[in-house]
Nanobody, 114 residues
Framework: VQLVESGGGLVQPGGSLRLSCAAS????????LSWHRQAPGKVRESVAF???????TYQNSVRGRFTISRDNAKNSVYLQMNNLKPEDTAVYYC?????????WGQGTQVTVSS
C-alpha cells in the first residue's frame, strides 16, 4: 500500500495550487481518504476528507477555499486549494486506513509567501 503526494510549491497569497495523491496496492474505490497538514512547530491536523461515495468534510479554516475530490479510475485523490493564505503553509499529507493501520504519504511542501 502506497500513497505518493505531488503538486506542492511556492505560491503568493491569494494564489492556487492543486495537490495530487496517487495510490497503489489496494482497491482504491473501497477506501475513504483524507488530506492533513503539519506546519512547523505545530501538530498535524486534518484538512479534508472524502468518503467512498464522494461525501466530503472540511476543517473550518479551509471550507469554501479548498476542494477535495477523487478519481477512482486514476486511483487518485486531489486537493484544490484556492485563495491561499500564509497560514496554509505546511507539509500536506495524504492518508487512509488500511486494515486498521494509518497509512501516510511522504508529504508535499506548500509555502504561501510574497
Amino acid at each position: 500500500v502506497q500513497l505518493v503526494e505531488s503538486g506542492g510549491g511556492l505560491v503568493q497569497p491569494g494564489g492556487s495550487l492543486r495537490l495530487s495523491c496517487a495510490a497503489s496496492g489496494f482497491t482504491f474505490s473501497d477506501y475513504a481518504l483524507s488530506w492533513h497538514r503539519q506546519a512547523p512547530g505545530k501538530v498535524r491536523e486534518s484538512v479534508a476528507f472524502i468518503s467512498t461515495g464522494g461525501a466530503t468534510t472540511y476543517q473550518n479554516s479551509v471550507r469554501g477555499r479548498f476542494t477535495i475530490s477523487r478519481d477512482n479510475a486514476k486511483n487518485s485523490v486531489y486537493l484544490q486549494m484556492n485563495n491561499l493564505k500564509p497560514e496554509d503553509t505546511a507539509v500536506y499529507y495524504c492518508n487512509m486506513f488500511w486494515r486498521g493501520s494509518s497509512v501516510w504519504g511522504q508529504g508535499t511542501q506548500v509555502t504561501v509567501s510574497s
